[in-house]
Nanobody, 124 residues
Framework: QVQLVESGGGLVQTGGSLRLSCAVSGFIIGNYRMGWFRQAPGKEREFVAGVEWSGRYTYYGDSVKGRFTISRDNAKNLVTLQMNSLKAEDSAVYYC?????????????????WGQGTQVSVSS
């Protein structure tokens, strides 16, 4: 059974940090590119960060560049998102996702599997 379980969300003040984790079971993430997306109420799902199979190459949405860092531990089947200097506009539900294909890593429709999401709220 495929499962992606996000954790680490919560309420934090502006300028604070959170570390999100995505624990994967049911497949080997080493065969997948992994990504984080977010969705705020009334808004489209937005690409946050992505990482290639080995972890060597990473990609970020413009709004989080320089503040967020994605990493992966293929041995532990785990993906993390370190979020620093958080802003009120970072408030959203954050989703972990996996793609087995070669499509654009920033495109949500290219992803095969999704987690249920974890809420991040940043108070100003």
């Amino acid at each position: 059974q495929v499962q992606l379980v996000e954790s680490g969300g919560g309420l934090v003040q502006t300028g604070g940090s959170l570390r999100l984790s995505c624990a994967v079971s049911g497949f080997i993430i080493g065969n997948y590119r992994m990504g984080w997306f977010r969705q705020a109420p009334g808004k489209e799902r937005e690409f946050v960060a992505g990482v290639e199979w080995s972890g060597r190459y990473t990609y970020y949405g413009d709004s989080v560049k320089g503040r967020f860092t994605i990493s992966r531990d293929n041995a532990k089947n785990l993906v993390t998102l370190q979020m620093n200097s958080l802003k009120a506009e970072d408030s959203a539900v954050y989703y972990c996702a996996a793609t087995s294909g070669y499509g654009h890593i920033m495109t949500a429709s290219n992803y095969n599997y999704w987690g249920q999401g974890t809420q991040v709220s940043v108070s100003s």
